[in-house]
């Protein structure tokens, strides 16, 4: 059964500090990771998807990494902003014959300080 | 392209009753994935479609039933609601086949059970 855990739960920065978000997860027999943000009482905007042959995938601000072997992912957000203030999920696609799902993390909180 | 869309956005009903919810997949999409959010918690698969077919089921029981379209629009059925029932219900849709490639979410459908 696949776990995926994403540490810190919660994260205050001051406004223009870069920063790190991390995900592990248990199976590395994965298709894809994805990132996502969600904001308060909202649906989940996809952020990034990687690959399980891509190491990394990059848009703009973001850079995530992918580890497959160890488990873990990283997403790196640059010059912080308080528009990125929000809840970040990081989600598996694991293999399964006939059980294809995401499995999430419960997410990390993020609060960018002006 | 028009993207994922849900209805309806909020809902309240009473333990005992029936529900159901619908999604709308983004265009050119032939897969539709639902989720249940309880508050503070990362999205719980609940099952697949493709191309009108179930594709894989979470942990939930059978009173969560679904239904795919010709149109790959899709309905999320819940009987007999119970009070933990309450949450957050997302569908995310998918140009891959079996849901592999990257989800695409809906703004959700958030259900009280009174």
């Known amino acids: 059964k696949q776990e995926v855990t994403q540490i810190p739960a919660a994260l205050s920065v001051p406004e223009g500090e870069n920063l790190v978000l991390n995900c592990s997860f248990t199976d590395s027999a994965i298709y894809n990771l994805q990132w996502f943000r969600q904001d308060p009482g909202k649906g989940l905007t996809s952020l990034l998807l990687?690959?399980?042959?891509?190491r990394e995938q990059t848009s703009g601000r973001l850079n995530a990494s992918l580890d497959k072997s160890s488990g873990r992912s990283t997403l790196y957000i640059a010059a912080s902003q308080p528009g990125d203030s929000a809840t970040y999920l990081c989600?598996?696609?694991?293999?399964?014959?006939?059980?294809?799902?995401?499995?999430f993390g419960t997410g990390t909180r993020l609060t960018i300080i002006p | 392209e028009t993207g994922v869309t849900q209805s309806p956005t909020h809902l309240i009903k009473t333990r005992g009753q029936q529900v159901t919810l619908r999604c709308s997949s983004q265009s050119g999409h032939n897969t539709v994935s639902w989720y249940q959010q309880a508050l503070g918690q990362g999205p719980q698969f609940i099952f697949q479609?493709?191309?009108?077919?179930?594709?894989g089921r979470g942990n939930f029981p059978p009173r969560f039933s679904g239904l795919q379209f010709p149109n790959y629009s899709s309905e999320l059925n819940v009987n007999a609601l119970e009070l933990d029932d309450s949450a957050l219900y997302l569908c995310a849709s998918s140009r891959e086949a079996g849901g592999l490639g990257e989800q695409y979410f809906g703004p959700g459908t958030r259900l009280t059970v009174t």
């Open positions: 989600a598996v696609a694991s293999r399964g014959f006939g059980n294809e799902k995401l499995t």
């Open positions: 479609y493709y191309r009108e077919e179930e594709n």
């Open positions: 990687i690959q399980s042959s891509q």
